[in-house]
């Protein structure tokens, strides 16, 4: 008999079989049922690792991407648990060490009611002059 | 022949945008060199803003705000960075004058006084860190106060749009000459109010005799009277015994018809009349005391908010050694 008509007859006789009864009343509570325990079995880090790749392909990122940007976060969280309290003035001027800082280097237009400031890196800052209120010192009635 | 009419129309319409274009060109051409890019430094930062060269040996009207605790100055005329020196930096008029050590253009100044609403007058200025720009506009009004305080004396408001930066630019005429300094702005920057050459001019006087601001004050508070006399309703409302006006023979109740030659009609037009009175010049006032009409000579004396009572203005010896104007 040669391989073909082997898998002949047990396609013949496969087409006759049948599950045992109730089998498929049970069926999808046994498939939750495994699937829960299975959760239960596997660590923390795998699921969390699990949704984010699943909610990565949306967004077309690359998946090394979402680890860089988890070490990157773990780094900013660990400098600002690092960081010292708030400085009083007394030791303000022998702290030499470089801060973190939001001010811009480069020139900016700020409004006529905000200071004029130097950035951290020393460059001062640019304010180009017109303001919105006139200068007097007289009283309207009096001379 | 509706259409000929339309057209015609649209011909002269165009007309007139081409001369009026041409004209501010024109002016912006002959002027622009004149106009300069000032940089002040200090110890919060640098202030840039403009101004101009009033004369040929480089004199140059600025805004106050831009200098006024300035360490350091330049004037950057014609891609050239030259050292300024503060001559005045006065905080009632909002001005400054500067002295360059150079041979510079200059921009005529013209006649503030005829300066009316709807006056058409263009602005060459430096916005921000761009080049010098023209703007053109007209007078929509002159005001004394604006956002509830007072100007030191009547500004003229003009409508035309102004950038920061811009701070310090002269304000010219039709015929190219400087009626005004820039001096704030309207709103976000759709017109400005421009102090008038006549009232900078006191300034650079004042410092051209006597090296010095010489503010005049003669001790009198004006009142409204009920009913106007002669035209006028200022009223002598108070006056302190030991004050110019009171030494002078001015009396409670006496009604003012002109400061030093200038006409009063309400108790406003005192703040351009103060503004022009100088400490040790005489000025008339013309009154009339019940029925008699009379003129006093007073000898104003410094005002008391002047520099060196409260240094609201300040002269700066230490960065302009030479105070008179060359």
Redesign the interface.
Known sequence: MTPEENISKLLRLKRYEQPPPGYFDDFLREFQSRQRAELIRRPLWELVWDRISMVAPAFQVPRLAYASIAALALAASALIIARPGPQTSGNLADNSRPMLSLTSPNPVTIGESLPVATTSTGSPSVHYVLPTRPVSYVSSRSF | MLGGILAGSALAQDSLAENLSGQVRKIFDEHRDAVVKVRA?DK??????SGFFADLTGTVYT????VLKADEVTVISNGKELPARVLVAD????IAILKVDASTPSIPIGDSQKVMVATPVMMIGY???LDASPSFGIVGGLD????G????TT?IRANLP???????APVLNFDGEAIGI?????DA?SA??VLPMRAAEKVRSDLARFGELRPG???????ESETPVQGSTAKV?ALDPDTPAAVSGLQLGDILLK?GGMPIIS??D??D???F?TAGDNADIEIVRGSENMTISVRPVLHP?APGH?M?ATVKPDVSPRLHLE
Not at chain 2, 144 to 147: A, F, I, K, M, P
Not at chain 2, 162 to 168: C, D, P, W
């Open positions: 430094k919060l930062g640098i202030r840039f803003g805004h106050a705000g831009i905080e009632r008029s909002g916005p921000e860190d004394r106060e604006y956002l305080q007072h100007f030191s500004h102004v950038q920061r930066g811009q701070g310090g820039l001096v704030g702005r309207v920057g400005c109010h004050w003669v001790g009198v508070e004006v009142e409302g400061v108790s406003e005192v703040i009349a103060s503004y009175l908010l409260e609201q």
